[in-house]
């Protein structure tokens, strides 16, 4: 059960009824303190060391194995390490049953003539010995002898000697063999061949790519991937979003051909979600790609993970234990000896630490192709600027802004704008003082839909219709920050017969036509055009600088990073141009095109003040007095430092424990014993668990 004190195995005997059913991976029911639960069989041994009377399993929900041993070895480490327990850990990484779809899998299997053999790429399972009845209650971590230290064993099968394949059911037939794939693009970069040839002769390469500006990184994975599997082992491939997804869809299917691969999203729905797991589980394909629903895929013979654009927050999983998809990915790599690639435009702190620490090389162009490969970025705000433009400085578009996206729109291309915030007007205020104009109910900050619209709190959603400055009386109110409607209305005006077009929450474009027009998008959402757009506009930087947040910067780096990539190179035209003052480090790092310079700095910075990844650090959130509950029951390491309290949302507040990265073990598990002692007394208030979270303050 999901209980920190109950984080544990239990025995349970198997009746001869369900011997043959009862296979490790499988879903069970189990008596459980007077009550009927929901348990995984994670392993099956011929006596138990349990003393007293053992009760017996109730029932198998399904035969079908469908949680891999190497999966159950890495969600006890993930476990172990983001201090959490196995059973919410297992609900991340194995979907929710689905019986029709499950019924419709084994019937096609059991009608499939015999004798067919595993897709390329991918080794039939040879099976493992199962003569054990070892079950755990709902998310009750396998022993260290479930899965042996060399390994876990490719496929069950049951006492009578009949081998099951991966899920019990028959593989798919054969196909052409992939062959190892040129080179390509990954020609651009010194190191790009050497990695293919290591993923096609089966061998473990570790790569921090840093991607050209204009890549085509789809193709680039596929390119890896295809080799991947020309090397006789499959590949679990994690993006942030599905438009992301959508891209390395296509790529895979062109590199791969048709039915080599399945995608992973929640946004899949059950039904589907569930079959492409089904297929995956079964062998029936050696590549996975998905959103983060997909770290945990089981794959046979796996040879390589990969994750592209690891700094976006979506690779965070937001449900306990808050596991991040990058690491769960490394540590996949390191438990099975597979190759892993970070890549993506910018690059973390935590990409960083690989490279500098010897784990993993870097992947990057020379500085001549480069710079035939990028824009022309200038940053507004120069001297020389606001001396040819006074207004420069406050002005919405400023002049240096206004000439690129007039001069590209004159050489029909398209002009992309980003806008860090989306709807009209996310923030007023009085147009007399400009006080801040907050909810009169909940202190929520007020919002104007629409230039006609009536100011509503982004909060409670009460409309404002009479508001009233409490400062001043005033009743007009203007603009503190603009969104990405309202700069498309702007711009519409200011250049009129101009298609505009937005890609936001409401609406995200993929791709746009290479002729002139406007495109207006928040972070994220920006579309690829057809030869790549003439100009890239970077508004409102200081909304991205500006934020309490440890990796301001580097976050600000990366999006304009993912929107600068997207212009055309500077002798084909491309120009970019980022509203910032020029000194500062992240600007300093787009001019140049040197994400790993910033990243590397970011890193000497963190570790100078003892912030991650140069430090394990946890928070612990939670009612005062059940903060201080857990940390009195905690061993934390003697080299523990405790930072705070502070306040956090409502009537809670935030401790913070930081330990040297070599005490990361021992934090992680003594807040979860120390979770487990609360839980074992049924203390009342939840506390809540974070192993270094993305947000510090």
């Known amino acids: 059960m999901p209980l920190a004190h109950l984080d544990r195995p239990f025995d349970y005997l198997v009746p001869a009824a369900l011997d043959a059913d009862a296979v490790p991976g499988t879903r069970v029911k189990v008596r459980f303190a007077g009550q009927l639960v929901d348990g995984w069989l994670l392993e099956r041994a011929d006596d138990s060391g349990h003393t007293g009377r053992l009760a017996y399993l109730e029932k198998v929900v399904s035969p079908e194995p469908v949680l891999a041993p190497e999966v159950a070895r890495l969600a006890r480490a993930v476990a172990d390490r983001y201090a959490g327990s196995l059973a919410d850990v297992l609900r991340l990484a194995v979907p929710p049953r689905h019986a029709r779809v499950e019924k419709d899998v084994r019937a096609r299997c059991e009608a499939a003539p015999a004798g067919r053999a595993a897709p390329d790429g991918v080794a039939a399972p040879d099976g493992a010995a199962a003569s054990d009845g070892r079950a755990a209650a709902d998310g009750v971590p396998a022993p260290d002898r479930a899965v042996p230290p060399d390994g876990p064993p490719d496929g069950p099968s049951v006492p009578d000697g009949r081998v099951a394949g991966p899920a019990g059911g028959v593989p798919a037939a054969p196909r052409e063999p992939v062959t190892v794939p040129d080179p390509g693009g990954w020609r651009e970069y010194p190191a790009g061949p050497a990695l293919l040839r290591a993923l096609a002769d089966g061998r473990a390469p570790r790569a921090v790519w840093s991607a050209l500006p204009g890549e085509d990184w789809p193709a680039r994975y596929a390119e890896a991937v295809a080799a991947t599997v020309a090397g006789g082992r499959g590949a679990v491939v994690v993006v942030a979003d599905n438009r992301d997804l959508d891209r390395l869809d296509a790529a895979l299917e062109a590199a791969l051909g048709p039915g080599r691969h399945v995608c992973l999203s929640a946004a899949l729905g059950p039904a589907r979600r569930y079959r492409a797991f089904l297929a995956a589980r079964r062998g029936d394909v050696p590549v996975v790609v998905g959103t983060r629903a997909a770290m945990f895929a089981p794959v046979a013979r796996l040879g390589l ?58 992947v990057a162009a020379d500085r001549a192709t480069l710079r035939a490969r990028m824009p022309a970025v200038a940053p507004t705000g120069d001297d020389p600027q606001l001396a040819r433009d006074p207004g420069a400085a406050t002005a919405r578009l400023p002049s240096l802004a206004w000439t690129t996206a007039r001069e590209a729109l004159r050489a029909d291309l398209p002009v992309l704008v980003q806008v860090p ?277």
Do not use: N
């Open 305 to 362: 993970v990969a994750i592209w654009d690891d700094g976006d927050d979506l690779h965070a999983e937001p449900r306990a234990p808050y596991p991040h998809a990058r690491e769960v990915l490394l540590t996949r790599a390191q438990l099975g000896d597979a190759a892993a690639l970070v890549g993506g435009f910018a690059r973390t702190a935590e990409a960083q630490l690989l490279v500098e620490t010897g784990w993993a090389r870097e």
């Open 421 to 697: 915030r989306r709807g009209y007007l996310p923030s007023v205020a009085c147009a007399e003082c400009r006080t801040p104009a907050r909810c009169p109910h909940c202190a929520g900050p007020l919002a104007l839909p629409s230039a006609e619209g009536t100011p509503a709190c982004r909060w409670c959603g009460r409309v404002a219709a009479a508001y009233a400055c409490p400062e001043c009386g005033g009743r007009r109110l203007r603009a503190s920050v603009t969104g990405a409607r309202r700069t498309a209305e702007e711009l519409g005006r200011a250049f009129p017969g101009v298609p505009v077009r937005t890609s936001g929450r409401e609406e995200v474009l993929a791709a746009v036509p290479g002729g002139a027009g406007l495109v207006i998008a928040t972070p994220g959402a920006e579309p690829v055009a057809e030869g790549g757009f003439g100009a890239v506009l970077l508004l409102d930087s200081w909304a991205l600088l500006t934020r309490a947040d440890l990796r301001a910067g580097e976050e600000a780096l990366r999006r304009w990073l993912a929107a600068a990539a997207l212009a055309r190179p500077a002798a084909a035209g491309g120009r970019v141009v980022v509203v910032a003052d020029g000194a500062l480090a992240p600007v300093q790092a787009l001019l140049r095109w040197d994400a790993a310079w910033f990243a590397a700095r970011e890193l000497a910075e963190r570790r100078e003040l003892g912030f991650p990844p140069a430090v394990r650090m946890a928070s612990v959130t939670g009612p005062p007095a059940a903060v201080a509950d857990l940390l009195a029951e905690a061993r934390l390491p003697a080299d523990a430092e405790l930072l705070g309290p502070v306040p956090a949302d409502g009537e809670r507040e935030r401790m913070l424990i930081r330990v040297p990265r070599a005490r990361a073990a021992a934090l992680a598990g003594a807040l979860h014993s120390a979770a487990g002692v609360r839980a074992a007394r049924k203390a009342a208030d939840p506390v809540r668990l974070q192993v270094d979270p993305l947000t510090l303050f």
